[in-house]
């Protein structure tokens, strides 16, 4: 159990890495900057002729000042993003994503509370701020490291969540940003009654928080607790020593060198007896070194840099052990998925869309399509060094076990060995289900789906349907339903109708590349829609002008619910006539 604890207290101090990275760099900015545009110094100096209010050389010393402020004024945002990408076990582009939404969740949810009860004049002096430009409690850096503990914790519990299919888009990886938003609120609300009470406990905390130093103090806070308590005392003895020996040096909010040079050398050593502070500088080091060095080898303290071999990079999770013993599932599709796709070694990149895996290989001689049929795929389309395995909406949920596993050691022994078949994904079933028509989605020419120059759509790998050539640029609801995903780009949308059918509306080919441009919707997700409505209008011309097919297939998703889908048109036809026949 002590293990256990302090080997994640260790990782939440190697988290804090991240953001510390980035304080030498904005000292220095801050430091120089403030420095040279401070009146008092340029008058004392004479360089008010070189560098003066208005002047290149004190614009960019400005320019550096603020920027420097920039990141001390919102450290516990960096260390809220900071501490989620280190504690998240895969996908930390989105951990880092969720963190930042958290954070802002919980200061607004504050800052609500704040007003609810009477706003800051209601509140105790000192205890209010402003991050953000959100008037919160002054919490510092433990908003931050609160922010970032929570949405690890959300972010390796839901990532690989998976949803009903009609809220698959929502599942997986962005499921995570969702969860944590709901959790923050209640968060904030809580923080509102909780922190007034810690904070009463740490006036002294508060100040050390305010220098540059705090996030090493942190790190080992974390990671060695009792170096932090001897720390904490030979800082008030640091304090009183000054005092004893009339040491009169100001300090902004750092106490680091520029202060000492600035506050201290620059006044003369008569008037502020700067020279002290090196002298029991010197012995402070010395002291440090010793009792820290002694700590950490006779106590065996894993400060970062002296962790079990391999424990930096290597940290087993449950989906290991999942892939080691063959129990589950998950871990026998994604060995499936990679045997199929020719190994580990053969891939270059692993991606998805909404619907397919997106594999750049190095050989494609080394692709089996039975076995990625036999991990559940509905198709595999091989194009140049890319091949395209379909699964449908819960692709996501697929890609992250497929990466989980990649990093286990079982996939690099999975080269020559045997792989025992793993159930198929679930897949809709043929219960009987209401008859349907459904109606033209634009005017224009009907396409049969053989003729459509995108394989995905032609070999009817995501369903059945038929496609319209547009005589305009305006797409119409073909049915009565709701709009279940609409992709950012504008270019494609899903709806699901009244009576169950799952359909995907697709204008163009690869339009997806022109990134919304001559795209606009006119609906949103989760909005009902009669039949007739407009959907999204798009530049005709200007999308043919770019060379993209304009060609639009309606495909129903959830074709295998139904015994047959059927055309029922030819020829040129106009939006809102029959189109599609499904027989339930």
Same mark, same amino acid.
């Given at each position: 159990m002590r293990d256990n604890i302090f080997g994640v207290l260790q990782r939440v101090g190697r988290s804090f890495m991240l953001p510390i990275a980035l304080l030498p760099v904005a000292g220095l900015l801050?430091?120089?900057? @403030?420095?040279?545009?401070?009146?008092?110094?340029?008058? *004392?100096?004479?360089?008010?002729?070189?560098?003066?209010? #208005? %002047? /290149?050389?004190?614009?960019?010393?400005d320019i550096m000042n603020q920027c420097g402020s920039a990141v001390f004024n919102n450290l516990a945002l960096l260390f809220a993003m900071g501490v989620a990408i280190g504690m998240a076990r895969q996908e930390k582009e989105v951990a880092a994503l @969720?963190?930042?939404?958290?954070?802002?969740?919980?200061? *607004?949810?504050?800052?609500?509370?704040?007003?609810?009860? #009477? %706003? /800051?004049?209601?509140?105790?002096?000192?205890?209010?701020?402003s991050s953000l430009g959100i008037t919160t409690l002054q919490m510092g850096v433990f908003g931050g490291i609160i922010a970032g503990l929570g949405v690890a914790a959300l972010h390796n519990r839901f990532y690989k969540t998976q949803l009903p299919q009609v809220l698959s888009f929502f599942g997986g990886t962005r499921f995570v940003p969702i969860v944590c938003t709901a959790v923050f609120v209640v968060v904030g609300i809580a923080m509102f009654f909780i922190w007034p009470a810690i904070q009463t406990g740490i006036a002294a905390l508060t100040a050390m928080l305010t220098g540059i130093t705090e996030p090493l103090e942190f790190?080992?806070?974390?990671?060695?607790?009792?170096?932090?308590?001897?720390?904490?005392?030979?800082?008030?003895?640091?304090?009183?020593?000054?005092?004893?020996?009339?040491?009169?040096?100001?300090?902004?909010?750092?106490?680091?060198?520029?202060?000492?040079?600035?506050?201290?050398?620059?006044q003369g050593n008569a008037k502020t007896h700067w020279i002290w502070i090196v002298i029991v500088g010197l012995g402070y080091f010395l002291v440090y070194y010793f009792i820290f060095y002694l700590m950490i080898t006779?106590?065996?303290?894993?400060?970062?840099?002296?962790?079990?071999?391999?424990?930096?990079?290597?940290?087993?999770?449950?989906?290991?052990?999942?892939a080691r013993t063959g129990a589950g599932s998950d871990g026998g599709i994604s060995a499936l998925i990679l045997k199929g796709l020719g190994g580990k070694g053969n891939l270059s990149d692993v991606d998805c869309c909404a619907t397919r895996l997106r594999i750049t290989v190095l050989d494609m001689d080394k692709v089996d399509d039975a076995l990625l049929r036999q991990s559940g795929a509905s198709g595999v389309i091989r194009k140049g060094s890319g091949v395209q395995v379909v699964y449908g909406p819960q692709v996501a949920v697929i890609k992250s076990n497929l990466v989980d596993f990649m990093g286990s050691p079982e996939a690099d022994e999975l080269d020559g060995t045997a792989i025992s078949a793993a159930p198929a994904l679930a897949k809709g079933t043929a219960e009987a289900r209401e008859d349907a028509i459904i109606?033209?989605?634009?005017?224009?020419?009907?396409?049969?789906?053989?003729?459509?120059?995108?394989?995905?759509?032609?070999?009817?790998?995501?369903?059945?349907?038929?496609?319209?050539?547009?005589?305009?640029?305006?797409?119409?609801?073909?049915?009565?339903?709701?709009?279940?995903?609409?992709?950012?780009?504008?270019?494609?949308?899903?709806?699901?109708?009244?009576?169950?059918?799952?359909l995907l509306l697709h204008v163009g080919i690869n339009t997806v590349e022109l990134g919304g441009k001559h795209f606009k919707a006119h609906v949103a997700v989760g909005q009902r829609v009669k039949r007739g409505d407009l959907l999204l209008s798009f530049d005709l011309e200007a999308v043919k002008a770019t060379g993209y097919l304009c060609t639009t297939p309606m495909i129903v998703c959830n074709t295998d619910d139904y015994h047959s889908v059927a055309s029922t048109a030819e020829g040129r036809v106009k939006a809102g006539a029959p189109l599609l026949e499904i027989k339930g």
């Open positions: 801050l430091g120089i900057g @403030s420095s040279f545009t401070n009146q008092t110094m340029l008058v *004392t100096y004479g360089l008010t002729g070189v560098i003066y209010e #208005g %002047g /290149v050389l004190y614009t960019v010393l @969720s963190g930042a939404i958290a954070y802002l969740v919980m200061n *607004t949810a504050i800052s609500a509370m704040i007003t609810a009860r #009477g %706003g /800051v004049e209601a509140m105790a002096a000192n205890t209010t701020t790190t080992f806070l974390f990671v060695a607790p009792l170096m932090y308590a001897v720390h904490c005392v030979y800082a008030g003895l640091a304090y009183m020593l000054m005092h004893i020996l009339h040491i009169g040096v100001g300090m902004t909010f750092s106490g680091g060198l520029i202060d000492l040079t600035l506050f201290g050398i620059l006779r106590m065996n303290l894993k400060t970062p840099g002296r962790e079990e071999e391999g424990e930096e990079t290597r940290l087993f999770t449950r989906s290991d052990f999942r109606t033209a989605h634009m005017n224009g020419t009907v396409v049969p789906l053989d003729w459509v120059r995108d394989e995905a759509f032609s070999s009817r790998v995501l369903g059945e349907g038929v496609a319209i050539e547009p005589a305009d640029g305006h797409l119409y609801a073909p049915a009565d339903g709701e709009i279940d995903n609409l992709f950012d780009t504008r270019h494609a949308l899903a709806m699901v109708t009244n009576s169950g059918v799952e």
